[in-house]
């Protein structure tokens, strides 16, 4: 059975193993204690919000389209993504936010109507958009329950801590959505709060080596 990463055009996996109720494209079940999360960067002085998505339609298209040219500066370095050839703004909202996404933005954002009159507004993302993640299952069928994170820092965002931040909301985010996580893929320059066992409330199976696009 192949895995759901090695090709960004198949159809997405919803999980049916694992606690009920199980999502579905129509009601992505997401626990009503996911919400808006804010956080303190490096410096210790900005904020920022960490905003859950369960639908790529709830993304602003000019959002989306500039995660999107952030990804594919990932797959050209070759050195955090295995996919050979940038991916298509069509394919690229539903590889990512198919199941659970949540988007760091700059300031305090207290829901998904003020990402949407943000863009309204002509918010120039590349200066407030600080990165995203990603939980969706590895498998589907029985296995669906074991979910994977795939984690992106954008360009003007490194070495402010973003990735780790990032990485505590999945630590507390995952486990709500599914209840296992296995990192099957990964890269050399992940925060060392990632491969502490000790901080994982979810079980990780396997965490082989450092993840180059959570820095």
């Known amino acids: 059975m192949p895995a759901m990463l090695e090709d960004p055009t198949a159809p997405a996996i919803y999980r049916t193993s694992g606690r009920p109720p199980y999502p579905t494209p129509q009601n992505p079940q997401i626990p009503e204690t996911i919400v808006p999360r804010p956080v303190t960067l490096r410096d210790r002085i900005t904020i920022a919000s960490l905003i859950p998505f369960s639908n790529p339609h709830d993304v602003p298209p000019r959002l989306l389209s500039y995660l999107c040219s952030q990804l594919n500066l990932e797959i050209d370095k070759g050195d955090t993504y295995p996919m050979m050839s940038a991916m298509p703004l069509a394919t690229f909202g539903t590889y990512w936010f198919q199941n659970f996404g949540a988007v760091m933005l700059l300031g305090e954002v207290g829901s998904l109507q003020d990402v949407v009159q943000m863009e309204a507004r002509g918010e120039r993302w590349e200066e407030v958009c600080l990165g995203s993640f990603y939980v969706k299952p590895n498998y589907p069928g029985r296995s669906s329950h074991v979910c994977n994170g795939g984690f992106l820092v954008t360009e003007a965002a490194r070495n402010r801590?973003?990735?780790?931040?990032?990485?505590?909301?999945?630590?507390?985010?995952?486990?709500?959505?599914?209840?296992?996580?296995?990192?099957?893929?990964?890269?050399?320059?992940?925060?060392?709060?990632?491969?502490?066992h000790s901080l994982f409330p979810v079980s990780v199976h396997s965490l082989h080596k450092k993840n180059a696009s959570v820095s």
């Not at 801590?161 to 507390?172: Q, T």
């Not at 996580?181 to 050399?188: H, N, Q, V, W």
Request: charged share 15%; aromatic share 8%; proline share 6%.
């Open 161 to 196: 801590g973003v990735g780790r931040l990032m990485g505590e909301g999945y630590l507390e985010w995952a486990p709500k959505l599914v209840g296992l996580s296995l990192f099957r893929l990964t890269c050399i320059t992940l925060d060392p709060l990632l491969i502490s």
